[in-house]
């Protein structure tokens, strides 16, 4: 990663010492010490304390921490602590609180509770910054900047409108242009004057009544949050420019367009917490998403759950090796540091329930603190072997935040459309195949990879359509599917049938488009040349195709338009596109995916049993490889021949890898 201080995998996360005294302090140090923590960030919301009255700071009680920290080696992501400011300043200055979309301005109270476009809170946000990077530039343990945490807060006060019709006027020059490509002319919107202009007030999802104008709002609040972030940042920057400066991203990601947000960031971080529920894909697809932003880049895990949270409905506890299988997991899709929310518990406050790595108990003779030693000391093996190791695919599944609002701002066809599940369906199969998959930019070169999927490319892109035909033409495969090519970018519908600019490549148009129940389904008849007949289950959206040079490989097995195509086949140039009309089960994908793999020779990482994931990460050292046991069940590997070194678990005769329940390995292979 940018900037790595030492020659090892992050190991630690958030600490919070400003909350007991220094003989708690002193005990973690030992604590520490046992489990090879060597990067631990501080103070994420200590503003209050940083700053008790308007430009008077005391940073005494910080210096000591650092002070203990660094005479244990331990090192620092100094956080800026601008997350939460401190309640005389919003009552000093109440443009700081954000108003909520029913127009209510909201109290102090929670953090992350502070508008974006406040310039107060930017200018106090900067000062404390610039306060904290003179103090500590020449501390020697400073690792990283950690800015604010987990942006997201959508405001709609006075200065918020103000600053959106600024962003309006700058975007549309004239309000005919803006009228034209909101197309306001349908119930009446037609804007006269850009200072008219009001906030979008959409309460819920049964009230998309405004898409245009939403989907802008959403570009406007991932604008102006990234200048939020660069306001800290450039204070920072200009002090220690050598230190790299980054936030952290929440797990949920939908929000901020992290492409965007992410681009003046010099590492990418994200807080990694699945719900219990979550299959393994849904953690593997946001790590590959992540690795996606600085395309390939390794990253940082910057919080994961050191066991239960207390913030889920229903707070399990994180069953005997799922920490370890976690953090490898992250490791193994690009990684390079595995930092959990919270060193130790607090004894009150909203988390006090939040597991930790010292719980109330104070003690380490605990099954979680077990694992974090057992942890920390294979990271702490592994050495700098695995640093800045990259991810080498041959698919790519493209990815588009603008795409993700704009579909989910459709008032019809199905008020189911969740785009992130819907990658995640297009993922799984790769992932369950482990076949290596990188996430894709819509306006990235695609020329290095073998199969592109895009799942719902609702929205064409600027030169997006261009680059899908050329990428076919050129001999790559494309796989598209249902809500194709519907919408440009200020979300106007195309004239001419979908998928719009992609008809040609695709070889077929789309007629109309059956929203299924959710109880409903249709299916898929495949024949094979040899004239044999499966069948595979669809459901939730079925386009009606007509066929314009594309073949039908399968048709719906029922409904008025049985018999007529719904998988179908078109070659364009050297290349092949495919184009799935309603969304297959599972088992259709995996064949689907197993056959156009093959035709491309595209094979998986190892081969593994079910249940087992297997990845790897190349750099000059070597090709590294992840032997992941999701299940609870003894799984064994057999590694193809060659110069094998077993880094992590144990290799047994014969190339054999033996995975007890939630296990993980990591092996190495030399190069000859
Ligand atoms: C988020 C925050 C942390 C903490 C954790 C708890 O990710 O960034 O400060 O609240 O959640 O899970
Ligand atoms: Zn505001």
Known sequence: MKGQKIPEIYFGGDYNP???????????????????INFVTLPVFSWAKLEPEEGVYDFFWLDKILEILWENRIYVCLATSTAAQPEW?????????????????RSHGMRNFYCVNSEKYRERAAALAGQMAMRYKDYPGLAAWHVANEYSTFCHCGN????????????????????????????????????????????????????????????????????CFLNEAQVLRSITPDIPVFSNISGFIKNLNQFQLTRHMDIVGWDNYPSPKDDPAIPALKHDIMRGLKEGASYMVAEQSPNQQNWQPYNKLKRPGEIRLLAYQGIAHGADSSLYFQMRQSIGGQEKFHGAVISHSGSNDTRIFREFERLGSELHGLGN?????????????????????????????????????????????????????DIVKFSSALDSYQIIVAPLAYMMKDGFAQRLTEFVKNGGTLVGTYMTGL???????????????????????IEETDALYPEESNQIIMKTEDGRESSYSCGFLCDRIRLEGAKAMGTYGSDFYAGEPCITVNSFGKGTAYYLGTQPDSAFLHDFICEICRKKEISPVLQ?????????????????????????????????????????????????????????????????
Not at 18 to 36: G, V
Not at 99 to 104: A, I, K
Not at 609 to 623: I, L
Request: proline share 4%.
């Open 89 to 105: 300043m919003s009552k000093k200055y109440p443009e700081i609180l954000p108003v909520d979309r029913n127009g209510m301005k």
């Open 18 to 36: 400003d909350q007991w005294d220094e003989a708690t302090i002193r005990k973690d140090m030992e604590y520490f010490k046992l489990c090879h």
């Open 608 to 672: 593994v049993p079910e249940g087992v994931e297997a990845a790897s990460r190349e750099n000059e050292k070597g090709k590294f490889y992840f032997i992941l046991n999701h299940t609870t069940e003894k799984k064994q590997v057999t590694l193809p021949e060659g110069d094998w070194e077993i880094l992590v678990g144990k290799l047994g005769d014969e190339r054999k890898v033996i995975l007890t329940a939630r296990d993980a390995a990591v092996l190495k292979k030399r190069r000859k």
């Open 385 to 437: 072997q695995i640093l800045d190791a990259r991810t080498k695919a041959d698919v790519g599944i493209l990815f588009d935040w603008d795409n993700w609002w704009a579909l989910e701002l459709c008032s019809g066809p199905t008020r189911d459309m969740d785009y992130l599940r819907q990658v995640v369906h297009y993922y799984r199969p790769f992932y369950r195949q482990n076949i290596a998959v």
């Open 160 to 227: 918020c409108e103000k600053k959106f019709r600024l962003w309006l006027k700058k975007k549309y020059g004239s309000t005919e242009e803006l009228n034209r490509r909101w197309n306001t002319a349908f119930w009446g919107r037609t804007v006269y004057d850009f200072d008219t202009i009001m906030l979008p007030t959409e309460r819920n999802d049964d009230d998309r009544f405004f898409p245009a104008k939403q989907l802008d709002y959403q570009r406007f609040v991932t604008d102006t949050t990234e200048e």
């Open 487 to 509: 919408a440009d970018e200020t979300d106007r519908c195309r004239f001419g049938a979908y998928p719009g600019p992609l008809r040609e490549v695709f070889g077929l148009w």
